[in-house]
T-cell receptor, first 110, second 112 residues
Framework: GQQVMQIPQYQHVQEGEDFTTYCNSS?????IQWYKQRPGGHPVFLIQ?????EVKKQKRLTFQFGEAKKNSSLHITATQTTDVGTYFC??????????FGKGTLLTVNP | DAGVTQSPTHLIKTRGQHVTLRCSPI?????VSWYQQVLGQGPQFIFQ???????GRGNFPDRFSARQFPNYSSELNVNALLLGDSALYLC???????????FGSGTRLTVV
């Protein structure tokens, strides 16, 4: 079945440093979605990418979808303490099923 | 507008018992999905319903079942509970299938 791998598992940064998390799927995806989950909270939708090679920006966050639609990345510029949480990618297949990666836990030292 | 609401928020059950979890989607959202999240892992897909029909099912045993009602609310039922069913159960809604999902706060199920 479809598998979505995410690295790194953990990332600790100083406030102001950049952060990147990477996502790889074992199969070609119809779309990729990114979610953020704060400790003790629930996943919150950030963005959906659909097109091959797509790049989208949300303020300090940049999302990319690979040309082969099998990989994606999330880059945060100049992290802030409010960025703390676990970032999940979720791959959408043809059967409406979303397959989540294990997430990257980001901690930020002020 | 209210977000996705789930009830109950917490639940403790004994092995072998049955549990029903409930979800009300955002008004106008016709797609409801259920996910199981264990600590330290990403959510795992259980079911998706759209327009009251099952559109997808994850790799969960037949002890797990769900349905969607005419008002688009949904129930997740789990029979013969096992210790391993202890998890956070998340409901998510979307206007259509395949779109970005809005998650509820979840039901924390503990099986003892």
């Amino acid at each position: 079945g479809q598998q979505v791998m995410q690295i790194p598992q953990y990332q600790h940064v100083q406030e102001g440093e950049d952060f990147t998390t990477y996502c790889n799927s074992s199969t070609t995806l119809s779309n990729i979605q990114w979610y953020k989950q704060r400790p003790g909270g629930h996943p919150v939708f950030l963005i959906q990418l659909v097109k091959s090679g797509e790049v989208k920006k949300q303020k300090r966050l940049t999302f990319q979808f690979g040309e082969a639609k099998k990989n994606s990345s999330l880059h945060i510029t100049a992290t802030q303490t409010t960025d703390v949480g676990t970032y999940f990618c979720a791959g959408g297949g043809s059967n409406y099923k979303l397959t989540f990666g294990k997430g990257t836990l980001l901690t930020v030292n002020p | 507008d209210a977000g996705v609401t789930q009830s109950p928020t917490h639940l403790i059950k004994t092995r072998g018992q049955h549990v029903t979890l409930r979800c009300s989607p955002i008004s106008g959202h016709k797609s409801v999905s259920w996910y199981q999240q264990v600590l330290g892992q990403g959510p795992q897909f259980i079911f998706q319903y759209y327009e009251k029909e099952e559109r997808g099912r994850g790799n969960f045993p037949d002890r797990f079942s769900a349905r969607q009602f005419p008002n688009y609310s949904s129930e997740l039922n789990v029979n013969a509970l096992l210790l391993g069913d202890s998890a956070l159960y998340l409901c998510a809604s979307s206007p259509t299938v395949g779109g970005g999902y809005t998650f509820g706060s979840g039901t924390r199920l503990t099986v003892v």
